[in-house]
């Protein structure tokens, strides 16, 4: 079975202000200050901090003099990986996955899959900030 790789914040390790806050960078909000007028309902200082903690994580950069956010390299590296590498599910893991998609958490699973997408690469710190979801892909599945 042919599957795609995709993945989101660990919902354990991030808050919902860091969530929404890297679903707006993924999606090409780059302006810090356009995200805090987003994100106006949070106090500039959980906006601050969730900041701080993506960047520190190295999921987020930080241009402080422009004042803009961008996709760290390690990140943008699994995206392009994710897009462009389908791969073949054997089918024991196909019967675990429940309405065609499969989440995973588990660390060691999730190493593996990191040393799959950037093979060559010790991108760890990725394993405990992202979780994945295998789907699967079809003729109306893209």
Do not use: W, Y
Not at 6 to 29: C, K, P, S, W, Y
Not at 47 to 52: K, T, V
Not at 99 to 104: A, P, Q, V, Y
Request: aromatic residues 4%; charged residues 20%.
């Amino acid at each position: 079975m042919t599957v795609h790789i995709d993945f989101t914040l660990n919902g354990r390790r991030f808050g919902v202000v860091e969530q929404a806050i890297f679903r707006l960078v993924l999606n090409g909000m780059t302006s810090a200050r356009r995200i805090s007028d987003l994100l106006c309902v949070f106090s500039d200082e959980a906006i601050a901090g969730a900041i701080q903690n993506l960047v520190c994580r190295q999921l987020l950069c930080a241009d402080v003099p422009s004042r803009t956010l961008s996709l760290s390299e390690a990140v943008l590296a699994t995206i392009d990986t994710c897009l462009s590498n389908p791969l073949n599910l054997p089918d024991s893991l196909a019967e675990l996955m429940s309405e065609g998609t499969l989440h995973i958490d588990d660390e060691t699973i999730k190493e593996a899959i990191m040393a799959q997408l950037l093979p060559g690469t010790k991108p760890g710190f990725l394993t405990k900030c992202l979780d994945f979801h295998i789907c699967g892909r079809g003729e109306n599945i893209e």
